[in-house]
């Protein structure tokens, strides 16, 4: 019975999380619409993208302060209280200023449900299969963007502004109702998280815990590059620069979708049987990624199809490679705190968004001022240029991991734990699944270890 109510509660946080995708992606597939309905011009229509983010970023420390004192369950209802709020505001819009109201309000409501989801696992599941949902998370609620990109677009061109932001407002109306029904904060009696008498001390404790930085600089580094182009530049540098037609473009887009599905489960277990080696993960995917962009940027001409494919493939591991940033945050922080250390770590991917949408936005238009696109805002080459700012980004991450890593490992050593060496890890892992093809039991595979959470 109890397994069958943390089915319930887990799945009825994960629809809030979908819908919250929903309603975040849902204005990028209304671009003309917007552009029309508020004779904005585009640098304007980007001040919704931004404020968004902006408010959902900012809100992330204090959300986590607030479901470690609260609970989830009181946050993922607020927050699709306020979803619903900002795409109803937005269906009656008629002005820039009312439209960035809606926008900042859907922000918020996405920025309390995320964490909070999260913040339900290790309250309901068995420390083993937290990895995993961690994954799976991640993964259900990004079909959102599926959501937004076919059944809203859908509605938006047939049965017009209004309609279909009506109709995705209804959305969180239902995700508020299932949360009120099925989400609960703990098994049994005890529904209230307790509530830590000190939230500064909570949020000093949680940043001083060098697992949190690591978790956050992880976040940092390999969230950022696939959120940059799905939400923003991708499109442009597909269809402008690289000359790929408008079908191909969403077909790949598709394509991140697909791959990170594919990924998520598996660098899941992959985290919970080598809880020692998260890190080492991580920079695996950064350099990935960095040579994704390095063949692609110097491709000479228009890169083929298949060095997109293959950038989008890499790019798209990133999203759920960021997702063992909240697992460094949930092994290094006692329960009463992990809300706080999660929105920590939660802000750093989307504060390098921002970072990076700016910088690459701000290098175009001095390429297109100077003369060196020769007019044209997407030109290839100074497209090329622009995107390049994300290796400064990316650098900065893979320093603040090293940097935190280090001190991890240093905290460990101390504590008489030993980090075997790399062999070792990759000599049991061969024995696992030699044992395994062989029919050994789950307990006999390798005969592993129980290791240390550690990076």
């Not at 585009?42 to 983010?53: E, G, H």
């Not at 921002?354 to 020769?374: A, E, N, P, R």
């Not at 075997?420 to 890890?425: C, G, T, V, Y």
């Not at 093809?437 to 789950?442: D, F, I, L, T, V």
Request: hydrophobic share 55%; net charge positive.
């Amino acid at each position: 019975m109890k397994n069958r109510s943390a089915w319930l509660v887990w799945g009825a946080g994960v629809f809030a999380y979908m819908v919250a995708v929903t309603q975040r992606t849902a204005f990028g597939v209304a671009g003309v619409e917007a552009t029309e309905r508020f004779s904005a011009t585009a640098s304007v229509l980007s001040i919704f993208t931004v404020v968004q983010l902006v408010v959902y970023a900012g809100l992330q420390i204090p959300v986590g302060m607030l479901v470690d004192r609260f609970g989830p369950r009181l946050l993922i209802t607020c927050g699709a209280a306020l979803m619903f709020a900002g795409q109803f505001q937005l269906a009656a819009a008629e002005s820039v200023g009312a439209g960035i109201v809606g926008r900042s309000l859907v922000g918020a409501g996405d920025a309390l449900t995320f964490i909070s989801v999260l913040r339900l696992l290790p309250a309901w599941f068995p420390a083993p299969r937290i990895p995993v949902l961690t994954q799976w998370t991640g993964i259900i609620g990004q079909l959102g963007q599926i959501a937004s990109a076919i059944p809203f677009a859908f509605a938006l061109h047939e049965l017009g502004w209004n309609t279909a932001f009506i109709s995705a407002a209804a959305l969180s109306v239902l995700a508020f109702v299932l949360a009120l029904a099925f989400v609960r904060n703990q098994p049994g009696a005890a529904a209230r998280s307790p509530r830590p008498a000190h939230d500064g001390g909570s949020l000093s404790a949680a940043w001083r815990q060098p697992g949190t930085r690591l978790g956050m600089w992880t976040h940092f580094t390999i969230q950022f590059p696939g959120t940059v182009f799905v939400l923003m530049w991708g499109y442009p540098y597909l269809v402008s620069a690289e000359q790929v037609s408008p079908a191909a473009a969403s077909a790949l887009m598709t394509f991140f979708v697909a791959v990170a599905i594919v990924c998520g489960p598996w660098l899941g277990s992959w985290v919970g049987r080598h809880p020692l080696r998260r890190s080492t993960m991580v920079l695996l995917i950064a350099a990935a990624m960095a040579c994704g962009w390095l063949v692609a940027m110097l491709w000479p001409g228009p890169a083929p199809v298949w060095v997109l494919a293959g950038l989008v493939a890499v790019l798209a591991i990133g999203g759920p490679g960021s997702m063992i940033g909240f697992d460094f945050a949930r092994t290094y922080n006692p329960s009463t705190r992990l809300g706080t250390a999660t929105g920590i770590v939660n802000i750093g991917g989307f504060g390098a968004s921002l970072i990076s949408m700016y910088l690459i936005g701000l290098v175009l238009d001095l390429l297109l001022s100077t003369g060196f696109s020769g007019g044209d805002l997407y030109d290839l080459a100074a497209f090329r240029i622009a995107l390049s700012v994300q290796f400064l980004v990316m650098g900065v991450g893979v320093a603040g991991i090293l940097v935190n890593r280090r001190r991890v490992r240093t905290a460990l050593a101390d504590e008489g734990l030993r980090l075997p060496p790399l062999r070792e890890a990759l000599a049991r892992e061969r024995r696992r699944r030699r044992d395994f093809r062989r029919g050994a039991g789950p307990e006999e595979e390798g005969k592993p270890v129980q290791e240390p959470a550690s990076d």
